[in-house]
């Protein structure tokens, strides 16, 4: 009898998902069919949803060797009520994966081996680039970083610091956390991984993307073939008469540009409506539709976080370096990555071959943090000075007009007088210290003073993107690591 009711009562609720999926095809018929409002019309928020999952599924499945289902549902929270209408197919062989919402939007990317996923839209990718072997003596890994194993706490305080970053609420919001790593003095002191997850697997930055795309711009600076403070030479700009043509690298680095594209600072349901997340699901030249945009403000008088600047930028450094994937490819594993001794970062590009710098660059846990270990240490690597002199100061310090967020260029920061600052180091922050930060929870933190770098990494829908979590696990790490403790 018992089992009889609970059958009956899973019939129910199968019912009433199924019902409630049909209520709001029929009514997102209806809404499409009734309303257009210019480029962001409902039709392309549907766009931008399927976009999302058959982008997200391909990355997960190709590029990182995830379960598709354990992380269909991560993304499921994004979705809103669309998750009752969601569908996604996996072609094996061909390595792509297809995604439909309410049979009313498709879309499709496919896997292209160096250069992760992309989603297919209008034109045909050119056939996929390959990374080229490094120059004898180039690479430079250090061996704080070991490549093989689970390095265990120093000490318990420590363990228990990490540990409680993986304890998972009963309800929602959850906090999926997928990987922790602690590095001092540049040694690895600490890490742990959730199942299904370890040191080898290269995992998404979300916008710790800007960061990576910070470093390759820093590099171009060193070398002489950028400046910051020069007009970023957009070509949808050139026109001397045009406001938009006095644009600077620094006023694009630091969301300062002045132009109307969109707020990125949110993610969800709703976001699917913003024409930064159109740009990266529904159009092929991401950094074209970005320059489009028209100002809403003079360039260096307005503060607003937009992925558009860093793809705009994405393309600045695609042109430097020239002009196509292969080239990115090359310089950033030439210039950068090898040299950090980073393993197995993916870039993903366009169908123009600029990489999207603003949110799809893929590293492992340890990748991630030999990264922070590189602003960490000044931008000089195994004696190697890899960043411009002043870089890393450059980076950290404090935009004006970010108060309420603390945003420098490429990095969040604790530095200066901002509301947000005083509020993390509060919650203890170092007051040195400055982030990459992506959404859903990845931090690369990287304090200076205390010759620290933590890594967190997950899938968290927790307010602030578990913003709160991180303050937490940094406070308890610096007590945890600090003299008195470790002896």
Known sequence: ??????????????????????????????????????????????????????????SSVFVSHL???????????????????????????????????????????????????????????????????????STIISNALPGAGVVKPVNSALGLAIDEQFEEPQNPPHRWTRAVVIVKDGHIVGERYANGIGPQTPLLGWSMSKSVINALLGILVRQGRLSPEAPANVG????????????????????????????????????????TKRMLFTTSDMASDAAQAKLAAAPGMRWKYSDGSYLILSRILRDRVGGDTQSVLNFAHRELFDRLGMEKPVIEFDATGTPVGSSY?????????????????????????????????????????????????????????????????????????????????????????????????????????DLRAMERLTSTVVRALSPSTRN
Request: with cysteine; proline share 5%.
């Open 67 to 137: 379960d598709a289902s354990e992380e269909f549902r991560k993304i499921v929270p994004t979705l809103g009520p669309l998750r009752y209408v969601a569908r996604y197919d996996i072609d094996w062989q061909q390595r792509s994966v297809s995604a439909r919402i309410a049979g009313m939007a498709y879309s499709h990317a496919l896997y292209r081996q160096a250069e992760g996923c992309i989603v297919l839209v209008g034109i045909t990718p050119k056939p996929p680039a390959v990374i080229d072997e490094p120059d004898d003596g």
């Open 361 to 465: 660059i893929f590293a492992t846990a340890r990748d991630w943090a030999r990264l922070g270990q590189l602003y960490a240490q000044d931008g000089v690597v195994g004696g190697q000075r890899i960043l411009p002199e002043s870089w890393v100061d450059y980076s950290s310090r404090l935009t004006p007009g970010s108060e309420d967020y603390g945003y420098g260029a490429g990095f969040w920061t604790n530095r200066g007088n901002s509301d947000a600052a005083h509020q993390r180091v509060a919650a203890g922050m170092p007051s040195d210290s400055f982030m990459a930060r992506g959404s859903y929870g990845q931090y690369v933190l990287v304090s200076p003073s205390q010759r620290l770098v933590i890594v967190r990494l997950g899938t968290s829908y927790t307010r602030a993107g």
């Open 236 to 275: 949808e700009w050139a026109d001397p008469k045009d406001p938009r043509h006095s644009i600077t690298v620094d006023q694009l680095m630091r969301m300062k540009s002045g132009t109307n594209f969109g707020d990125s600072l949110e993610a969800g349901f709703l976001s699917g409506f913003d024409p």
């Open 1 to 58: 009898m018992r089992e009889k009711i609970a059958m009956n009562r899973s019939h129910r609720i199968v019912s009433r998902k199924l019902l409630t999926a049909l209520i709001l095809a029929v009514a997102l018929v209806a809404f499409v069919g009734a309303t257009s409002v210019g480029r962001y019309r409902p039709a392309i928020a549907l766009k931008v949803a399927s976009g999302l999952v058959s982008h997200q599924i391909c």
